[in-house]
């Protein structure tokens, strides 16, 4: 494969430089007390790919995503990014390992977790301006560019509680992009909104699996992981039972526990 071009569009995902994996994670173990709730969870995303995390309430797949954000700490395990940092977690953590690891990859969390006392704009352009440095004319050149991609220039100057569930659900995700992470994090971003509102933000986290983002998302919305996702990872009780393409997983599982699971939701 030839080396990547270089990219004038800043709003584009990163291209794809090779075929190694931009995320390689192994043995992540996590605890809370005497409760294991990772117990070795191995995986690797390619650049581009979408990977979707299922599995039952408490199999530990929201833990798997603040791992690699570093909002926890594992106490074992290592996390790889073939552009950022490997963490040893079995090591002592650092500050620096974990605002790296925060660097590489952007969460859009279940609630957007807006600030509700500042505008789109202001939400959107915080992140780039105090954790990345960037001047503020051009994070906010960037987040107009970024809110006209999802509809919402018109939008840059209200508060969150002016907009829809489903509005302040896709300013959550230009917040992420803003941040131009390599890896997009989603830890079921519909499952807050009203089922009339899941559509809009189900059609735009496709719209950037078409653009070619790298996304690992949780969701229980198993027919848009069978959708969109090019792998998907079943967990159950911090371990991955089963993993595959969706056509494999959902139709003819190996696992009973994966049988059990997809029967009740699909
Ligand atoms: P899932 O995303 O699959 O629903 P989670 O990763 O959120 O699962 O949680 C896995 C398990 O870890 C659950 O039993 C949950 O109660 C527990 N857990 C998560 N966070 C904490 C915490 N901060 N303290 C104690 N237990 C936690």
Known sequence: MSPAEPTDDALAPPAPADDAPLLTVTGLTKSFGAHRVLDGVDFEVRRGEVVALIGPSGSGKTTVLRSLNGLETPEAGVVSFADGPTVDFSAAVSKADR????????????????????????????????????????AAARAEALLARVGLSEKRDAYPFQLSGGQQQRVGIVRALALQPSLLLFDEPTSALDSELVGEVLLALKELADEGWTMLIVTHELAFARQVADEVLFFDDGVIVERGAPKDLFTRPTQERTRRFVDRLL
Do not use: C, W, Y
């Open 99 to 138: 605002t790296a690891l925060r660097d590489r990859s952007a969460m859009v969390f279940q609630h957007h977790n807006l600030f509700p006392h500042r505008t789109v704009l202001q939400n959107v352009t915080e992140g780039p301006i105090h954790a990345h440095g960037v001047p503020k004319a051009e």
